[in-house]
């Protein structure tokens, strides 16, 4: 990531508002894929960014490129134009196909270099469009997990009411909702009991907890 910013285009800066930008030159973090810069380039490019002020092109560009945490620019009375764009930090791998940001936002993939998100958490939503979906509570709750949890974790979501997590190294299940995710301790809590109850009836190879009530866990037994 980069240093200390020169300047910001959202400055209140006179030249960014008397001069439309004529000529662009960009410079990358390098975080962003080449794929993703390449893009960049030609929305920028376009005609009718290029009759923009610099205000309007950057919340233009944050708005397309959401993984964009900041401009950083210079500009003379030419328009002439010196960008540098700054990258939000990657969080978490979503189906081996996104990203969520650190902002929360969720995004293609192939928007960062392989080195920077080859070992992030990855997790498995069982969920058509689940970037539209997931809550902040269930991002928050992903931030907890390290990166052996998430890698064993599948987040199976019906709807905000009906949420199940599923471990393959243990044999519970949990179900929750956006409001009730559990954490560490919970989690815990719920294989400890699943693995008691096994060993009290063998036939009961994995339960189902339920944490969605106060206080309180709902266990279902699951025999083989």
Excluded at 39 to 46: A, K, P, Q, R, W
Excluded at 78 to 87: D, K, M, S, Y
């Amino acid at each position: 990531m980069c240093g200390v910013l020169l300047f910001l285009v959202s400055v209140h800066i006179a030249s960014v508002y008397i001069f439309a930008v004529r000529r662009f030159s960009i410079t990358y973090d390098p975080a962003f894929s080449t794929a993703l810069c390449n893009e960049i380039e030609l929305y920028v490019g376009s005609k009718e960014k290029r009759a923009l002020g610099f205000n309007q092109l950057d919340k233009d560009l944050q708005r397309a490129f959401p993984c964009i945490s900041a401009i950083r620019c210079q500009c003379n009375s030419n328009g002439e134009a010196f960008l540098h764009v700054q990258a939000v930090q990657p969080l978490i791998k979503l189906n081996d196909k996104q990203i969520v940001t650190a902002l929360n936002d969720v995004v293609p993939l192939y928007y960062y270099v392989a080195s920077e998100v080859q070992h992030l958490p990855h997790l498995r939503v069982a969920m058509q469009d689940c970037e539209k979906h997931l809550s902040q509570t269930v991002f928050d709750y992903m931030r907890c997990l390290d990166a052996d949890d998430v890698k064993h974790m599948l987040l199976s979501w019906k709807d905000s009411n009906e949420i199940q997590i599923a471990f393959d190294n243990q044999n519970v299940q949990l179900l929750c909702n956006a409001q009730t995710v559990p954490n560490r301790s919970i989690v815990t809590r719920c294989a400890e009991i699943a693995h008691e109850i096994h060993l009290k009836s063998p036939s009961v190879t994995s339960c189902i907890a339920d944490v969605r009530f106060d206080n309180q866990i709902v266990i279902s037994k699951i025999k083989s």
